[in-house]
């Protein structure tokens, strides 16, 4: 059976209610019975707190929760909200046009709201973990809390970084809260206060975490190299360049690389790779919930296919959403393997399809029904979320498929070490880069004998395209999203960052918990 460390818990956990409801399924699918507050007559045995802290990774793979008003896709927020794609190749996906026109994210957006709690939920969650973890003496594995202690560390900074890069100032819940006589209420804290007690947490985290599990069973747990790589981003942010380089270059030293050919990243048969530092894993068949219904957040696999797929890939395609701009289509120059593996466009060929090609398969249709204007441009499909055809038409339910979702790649890394180089840092950032570059090519054609802030900032958005987690941040971070980002009406000074949920500022009170500016 294929892995699944990212456990489904039955209950929603906002920033004002945060008691919770423990469920949790390893192999076996061991179900606790429901409960509202903690004891330790509850959890008695190494097993029950390592369930506990499996629930605190759980959120990290939710991509809907309940409905289409809830979709938080990682595409969403960076990709589509960026420059690399548009939401849809007609007016179908209500949820995801707003992204598309800065000027439409709205408070009241469902699905804004929807990611404010998948990562609280996560917060509350590995807070709870923290707490009885820390209180139990009963552990009889050598090493065995300590690490559990150091991965809830993992996931509550993993998640607060998400929302620091989304948000800005955020409300800070350090503790558990057991009770709904806690104080259930919290004001938002400068991001700086954010930053320093993540990186507080994963300064801690790493040195306790092992480099890798050699239990097949535990991937996909946090590493020392996925704390590392966090760290080295949340410097990255902050413009630590000395730090960046500190953290990439002990990444550098733990014996990932670069997988041979791109495209593998996202092969099947190829998952926690060489090359993967921290991935969400997605396995298929264990629910059969429709992606967008009332119970969608209990599906084990993941639904990006379905949203995302490419329409005729064989005979169960995807929606086709998350359109490749023309902009990024065009960036890639002949011989560059990632163009390929990234976008789906007339001349893709698919060897499972009979080596045909996809003008050939249907894509010369979009121009009779493609009515967005940009999409019809540039007539292409994500492929980063491809199954071969094969799989999808043995699925039983399509919108819970197996492919795992990269989170942090071994290539990002160089990247980052590249970029703090260039920034004053020193070390060998050349290389780093080559290294990227050379195995997009497949030989050394088109290595660089010097470089400027200009190619790194080329070679994330190729190397990292529609992935999720960069695009647009890294857009604000380098203060480039005004004028890249001019065409969807960027606002300097209010879309760095999103809206505070207004369901949320209407819970806990505008005095308390306030709104971003312009909002």
Known sequence: MKNKIFI??????????????????????????????????VLSTEQD???????????????????????????????????????????????????????NIKPNNTNIAAM???????????NTATE??????????????DRLLAEAKFVWAF??????KMFGDVPLITTYIGSTSDNLKFPRVPKEQVYAQIEKDLEEAYTLLPASYANTAEKGRATKGAALTLLAKVELYQKK????????????????????????????SNEYGNESIFEVGYVSGFYN??????????????????MFGFIFNGTVGGYGNCVPRNNLKNLYQPGDTRKDATIIDSATVFPELNNRTAWDLGIQYYQYFWTIPEALQSMASSRKFLIPATVSASLTNLGSDPLNEKVFRYADVLLMHAEAAIMGAGGDGLGSLNQVIFRAYGNASHNLSS????????????ELAIEGYDRFTDLVRWGDAASALAFKHYTVGRDEVLPIPQGEIDLVGAGILTQNVGY
């Not at 404010?116 to 509350?124: G, L, M, N, Q, S």
């Not at 990444?251 to 593998?264: N, P, R």
Request: overall charge positive; hydrophobic content about 40%; aromatic content about 16%.
């Open 451 to 462: 470089y400027t802030l200009a190619d790194v900032k080329l070679q994330r958005r190729l």
């Open 8 to 41: 489904k818990i039955r209950h929603i956990l906002s920033l004002a209610l945060v008691l919770g409801i423990f469920s949790s399924c390893k192999k076996d699918f061991l179900d606790k019975s429901p409960i509202t507050e903690l004891s330790g007559n």
């Open 241 to 268: 360049w000395s730090k960046v380089k500190e953290y990439t270059e002990m990444v550098m030293g733990l014996g990932y690389k670069l997988e041979t050919s791109y495209a593998s990243n996202w092969s099947l």
């Open 116 to 126: 404010w709690r998948k990562w609280y939920t996560a917060i509350a969650r590995a």
């Open 159 to 164: 998640s607060y970084f998400e929302l620091v």
């Open 289 to 306: 919930n429709a992606f967008e219904s009332g119970d969608a957040f209990k599906n084990q696999g993941s639904s990006s296919y379905q």
């Open 49 to 103: 707190f390592t369930a506990l802290l499996n629930a605190a990774y759980d959120p990290i793979q939710w991509q809907v929760y309940s409905g289409p008003s809830t979709h938080m896709y990682p595409v969403m927020f960076q990709d589509i909200r960026a420059d690399n794609c548009i939401s849809q190749w007609a007016s179908y996906w209500t949820f995801g046009a707003p992204f598309d026109d800065l000027r």
């Open 132 to 145: 009885f973890i820390t209180k139990y003496n009963g552990f009889k594995t050598t090493g065995l809390k």
